[in-house]
């Protein structure tokens, strides 16, 4: 059974570039996370969704951050313009269950961004 | 708002010891879960224990064993018969429910020395 798929798994791109990170959660999995970790913060939660909706998003850092989940197969993570201070590794996690009763989540092996 | 600490920020033991991560957290919440995260070199996160605050029973997976103690809010890891391939940051993290929201503690390094 395949886990969380996320690609690409490295991105180097140049500040003020769109940059679009995308996630395959497990199937049967409704709820998905998208993480970010850097040295200073550690793992920060961006957003997640349950059933396909945004249930919280109060960690998205700014407008520049959007996030969609289209169907329960696919999500992206889309940073426009993006800044030096996003380089991090940005990790997509999916459960089964959500709106209180979310089992464990799986995570994905991660996208390391780097903004120069 | 809920808060969790890892004290030891690297540890370093013998292939083959018994180690000891520590964990704490604040919440007023009764209703709650707690993990313990690996990541290894290659950065994926792997689940290595879950326990739900509800159960006295500490949870236990082969080599890996916690020690919950939840009046003083206190959830330790030990890993018995250390292996390299336990060499990795393990984080502490906690669920309050019936948010899905997990947050994570700062992670401790652990070093498996041959």
């Known amino acids: 059974d395949a886990g969380v798929i996320q690609s690409p798994r490295h991105e180097v791109t140049e500040m003020g570039q769109e940059v679009t990170l995308r996630c395959k959660p497990i199937?049967?999995?409704?709820?998905l996370f998208w993480y970010r970790q850097t040295m200073m913060r550690g793992l920060e939660l961006l957003i997640y969704f349950n059933n396909n909706v945004p249930i919280d998003d109060s960690g998205m850092p700014e407008d520049r951050f959007s996030a969609k989940m289209p169907n329960a197969s696919f999500s992206t993570l889309k940073i426009q313009p993006s800044e030096p201070r996003d380089s991090a590794v940005y990790f997509c996690a999916s459960s089964f269950g959500g709106q209180g009763a979310s089992d464990t989540q799986y995570f994905g092996p991660g996208t390391r961004l780097t903004v120069l | 708002a809920q808060t969790v600490t890892q004290s030891q920020p690297e540890m370093s033991v013998q292939e083959a010891e018994t180690v000891t991560l520590s964990c704490t957290y604040d919440?007023?919440?009764?209703?709650?879960?707690l993990f313990w995260y690996k990541q290894p070199p290659s950065r994926q996160m792997i689940l290595v224990i879950r326990q739900e605050a509800y159960k006295q029973q500490n949870a236990t997976e082969n080599r890996f064993s916690v020690n919950f103690q939840k009046a003083a809010k206190s959830f330790s890891l030990k890993i018995s018969d250390s292996q390299l391939g336990d060499t990795a940051m393990y984080f502490c993290a906690f669920m309050k429910r019936p948010d899905d929201k997990i947050i994570f503690g700062k992670g401790t390094r652990l070093h498996i020395l041959p």
């Open positions: 199937s049967g999995h409704n709820s």
């Open positions: 919440t007023s919440e009764s209703n709650y879960y």
